[in-house]
């Protein structure tokens, strides 16, 4: 809901937010999404599919 989304931006004083998930099927998948406060809208989305947790952690700067 876009006005609970600008409610969370004002009381934690910020205007981008970034939510994601974490899956386990045929390696790591991580899912990426940076989120606008005050529009709602989703400005940047990011994905990074990896064998193994290591090689997630060499992958993480891609989500940037």
């Known amino acids: 809901d ?3 989304q600008q409610l969370l931006g004002k009381l934690a ?6 939510v994601g998930s974490i899956g386990r099927r045929a ?4 899912l990426a999404r940076l989120v606008d406060l005050e529009t709602g809208l989703v400005v940047q989305t990011a994905k990074i ?12 700067p ?3």
């Open 27 to 30: 390696g790591i998948t991580v």
């Open 49 to 60: 599919v990896a064998a193994d947790m290591d090689h997630a952690f060499e992958l993480a």
């Open 13 to 18: 004083k910020v205007r981008y937010l970034v």
């Open 2 to 4: 876009q006005k609970q």
């Open 62 to 64: 891609e989500l940037a």
